[in-house]
């Protein structure tokens, strides 16, 4: 899902206006609202059925989606990261699975996007902008899932007069998105230089669509396996026309696209839980409303609230830095890992929760949060898996603080200590004391080479994000309070319900990297072995709690527009 600010241009993107971005998102609920009523949602999601018109007619002139994808040249209004996140999420609110049918698009333009030669990209860009054709990205095959250098599909060259004048595309995709609907699809074959993207248009002969998928959920996307039976295109159709760079490709815009995912995942994971925000304000159990029991609203309601707006703080850290031309050639793919990792498993989460919180109503289809827990449940797996980014997290993070001597975290520390002189108030301290535990358990990990073995090494890329994104939080609270979030940001909460709401997610950071870290630590070293000296952050972590349930009484009194807020 690209095509808005290209993530390899070095220059920074302004993107849309505040107005104009406003706008977009109002005639997005509205549109979303008026054409798929709760009822006709219930009704598409039980019959398995993708509402072609609606997706069609919000990427066309009647609601013009598209556009804000495609950079100005192109004919497009050429939106930026940030302005695409927003929107992500906004279409996720209202239905994951249009969202993903409606993104999908942009995902198969991401090949075009990073990988095209100039003329391609004037005539398949325009041509999304202009005639609002849908794509699908066919990278995966049933062989090759997270490992996408496993695929099988081949690109055989078809020679005329001694020149290469086409391709045959053979082989088998699997689960992609748009794969029965779509005019235009991005297929990722083997040819004899390495892998490569070639654009298929659909009817072309020896390609065909199997039937849609029958999932647990996003019922409302079209899912569809692709055969390709020596399928022909022309060598103009080869994406930058020179073969094997398709992994690179594909790998040069995973910090951008991972980051639309992670949007998915908090629409999702916000829309289930404000209706359990709304339901508990009226459900009577016990002579009062269920938002008035501290054992529902601090274990339903707040720590979910406070994982998908730490999840919001990396997103909009990273679009930040996209969209400031940081992220050329993928230099910002472990942030967008974190930003995925952290919103998915969040909106996941937070949907789990709300079903619990609506009791036996919950669990039925009528109140909808059911159904957002299915849908949001896909968000884990596509666009790379958890487990997929734990790995990525960690290797990277791993080699960092091989590199600087185990300085990575300390460093961080140090940063975060320096933003809690300035600010005492937005858990910069206790985000620091996780990063200090965090190098305790990764010198550890060193010591003992304990990383030899891959739970272990799984499990540093979930610390490692917990402990970042505490950092970041504490950052984007900061500049709450100094009235510097940018304004196209998200303003829901007030600063400082963010920075109770920080505290909050720090605490449970230090103690989440002390407490596990110890243990994997100890799980995984041979008895006696593990070096006494080593500070792995207890004492630290635990003194940082104070305060724990002022605050998550601060952040619930918020949420329920309560006095005693802030
Ligand atoms: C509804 C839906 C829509 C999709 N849309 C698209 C699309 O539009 N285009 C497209 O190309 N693809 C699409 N996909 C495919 C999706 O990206 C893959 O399903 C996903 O990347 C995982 O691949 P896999 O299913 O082969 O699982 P596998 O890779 O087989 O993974 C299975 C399990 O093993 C874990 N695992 C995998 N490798 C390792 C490892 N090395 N170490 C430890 N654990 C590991 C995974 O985390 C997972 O838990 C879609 C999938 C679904 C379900």
Known sequence: MTVISNPDAPTASAGLDLDTLTMTLEAIRDYVSHALPDDRLLELDHDDVCPLDVVRGMCSDELGIQLLFIPEEYG???????????????????????????????????????????EQRREWLTEIA????????????????????????????????????????????????NGGIADKYTILASAPGGPSWFVLERGTEGFTQNRPE???????SNT?????????????????GVEGQGLIQAQKVFGYTRLMVAAFGLGGGWSALDRAISYSATRIQGGAPLSHKQGFTHKLIVPHAVRLEAARAVIEAVAARIDA??????????????????????????AD???????????????????????????????????????????????????????YYPERAAGLRALHAGHPDVGAATAAVACEALTGVLEACRIGRLTRNQHVLLRLGELIAVAEVAGWFAERAATALEGNLPEKADHRFDATTLAAMSRV??????????????????????????????????????????????????????????????
């Not at 930003?339 to 998915?344: D, F, I, L, V």
Request: hydrophobic letters at 40%.
């Open 76 to 118: 497009g209004m050429g939106g930026n990261t940030l302005d695409v996140y927003r929107v992500c999420e906004q279409m996720a609110r209202l239905d994951v699975g249009v969202a993903t049918s409606v993104l999908a698009t942009f995902l198969g333009s991401d090949p075009i996007f990073v990988g095209a030669t100039p």
């Open 130 to 177: 202009e005639r609002g054709i849908l794509y699908a990205y066919g990278a995966t095959e049933p062989e090759a899932g997270s490992d996408l250098a496993a695929l099988r599909t081949t690109a055989k060259p078809v020679m005329t007069d001694g020149h290469v004048s086409g391709y045959q595309l053979s082989g088998r995709k699997q689960w992609i998105s």
């Open 214 to 220: 029958d999932k647990h959920g996003i019922r409302l």
């Open 224 to 240: 569809a396996a692709l055969f390709l039976d020596d399928a022909l295109v022309p060598a103009g159709n080869l994406v930058g």
């Open 325 to 350: 031309g940081e992220g050329a050639d993928g230099a910002l793919n472990t942030e967008g890992a974190i930003a995925k990792y952290t919103a998915t498993e969040a909106g996941n989460l937070a």
């Open 353 to 407: 929760a709300a079903i619990q919180a609506h009791g036996g109503y919950g669990y039925t289809r009528e109140y909808l949060v059911e159904k957002i827990k299915r849908d949001v449940r896909i968000t884990t797996i596509y666009e790379g898996t958890s487990e997929i980014m734990e790995m990525t997290i960690a290797r990277d993070r791993w080699q960092q603080h091989l590199k600087s001597a185990g300085r």
């Open 505 to 566: 997610f720090a605490r449970d950071a230090a103690h989440k990297v002390a407490c596990d870290g110890l243990r994997l630590v100890t799980g995984a070293s041979n008895p006696g072995t593990m070096p006494p000296d080593i500070d792995l952050g207890l004492d630290a972590a635990r003194a940082a709690q104070a305060g724990l349930i002022a605050d998550m009484d601060r952040i619930a009194d918020a949420l329920y527009g309560r006095a005693g807020a802030g």
